[in-house]
């Protein structure tokens, strides 16, 4: 079993910026890939950025060229550096993880939002 701790969020203007992390603590061993959602009022929790163990990224259309993945293994944590935000970046954004190919477990959560 894996914990993760989400935090960073907060309210930014158009056009900041603001940095993520998620700690996980507990069988992290079993961690492969690790990745950030993001669910804005009345939509589907939507998938932003993936990281590999190798530290192959990938990201939505939406964030590329201004989100930006990294994790660091020694310390079994995850970020997410977010600049030029928009309004539409607004949401609660969860840390989840894979292991054995399916992903597990989310975080409680971190609500950004991003005023007009």
């Known amino acids: 079993q894996v914990q993760l701790v989400e935090s960073g969020g907060g309210l930014v203007q158009a056009g900041g910026s603001l940095r993520l992390s998620c700690a996980a603590s507990g069988s992290i061993f079993s961690i492969n890939t690790m990745g950030w959602f993001r669910q804005a009022p009345g939509k589907q929790r939507e998938l932003v950025a993936t990281i590999t163990r190798e530290a192959h990224t990938n990201y939505a259309d939406s964030v590329k060229g201004r989100f930006t993945i990294s994790r660091d293994n020694a310390k079994n944590t995850v970020f997410l550096q977010m600049n030029s935000l928009k309004p539409e970046d607004t949401g609660v954004y969860y840390c989840?993880?894979?292991?054995?190919?399916?992903?597990?477990?989310w975080g409680q959560g971190t609500q950004v939002t991003v005023s007009s």
């Open positions: 989840r993880y894979t292991s054995g190919g399916v992903w597990r477990s």
